[in-house]
């Protein structure tokens, strides 16, 4: 059986982006890309809300073949041309996409037999409103968040709306050079 895991950039406050989506605040480096790039390698499932799914679709798909394409632009664009994409969506027409499957109405039911039929992980890629509709569904198995040493202030919070206690406990933490923390969780059940 599958877990989905929230992997997600967040500031200290806890917001995923500014109040205008603005995500300028987020620290990557190659220190960070290679620690992440360990952990993605691994899985075969990435899940997008349809907005993050645009942008993801508006890069890597050509990223590689790009003039100056770093080393972390090279090998995400060749992980995500493999990885199987499940994106939540009622508007985008899954025929558009290869290697893509698109779920609309009763996502919870759809996502409760993917889990079923995946092993390992299913990164949930940034995507706070679909995250946030996951936790509220009690879909969101694990959080892998990269806290970085930044005060929002208000902007889109990664947690939201959440109606029943969940207890978590750490499994890892990582402290980058740039003062980015990578805190993982797994929820307990």
């Not at 990885?83 to 609309?104: E, R």
């Not at 992980?121 to 806290?147: Q, R």
């Amino acid at each position: 059986m599958g877990n989905i895991v929230l992997f997600m950039h967040t500031s200290l406050d806890g917001f995923a982006a500014g109040p205008h989506g603005e995500m300028d605040w987020i620290h990557v480096d190659q220190e960070i890309f290679d620690f992440g790039a360990e952990r993605i390698a691994q899985t075969n499932t990435a899940l997008y809300g349809r907005v993050t799914f645009g942008m993801m679709e508006g890069y890597w798909p050509t990223a590689a073949e790009q003039p100056g394409a770093t080393k972390h632009d090279r090998e995400h664009a060749a992980w995500y041309k493999q990885v199987h994409k499940v994106v939540l969506s009622t508007t985008l027409d899954p025929a558009a996409f290869t290697n893509t499957t698109v779920i609309g109405k009763d996502f919870a039911t759809a996502l409760r037999e993917l889990k079923q039929n995946t092993t390992g992980e299913i990164l949930l890629f940034g995507s706070p409103t679909t995250a946030h509709s996951l936790l509220a569904a009690g879909l969101i198995d694990a959080c892998w968040l990269f806290v970085n040493p930044v005060l929002l202030g208000k902007g889109i919070p990664v947690f939201k709306d959440i109606r029943e206690k969940a207890s978590l406990k750490l499994v890892q933490t990582h402290v980058f050079s740039s003062g980015v923390v990578c805190l993982s969780h797994e929820v307990k059940r």
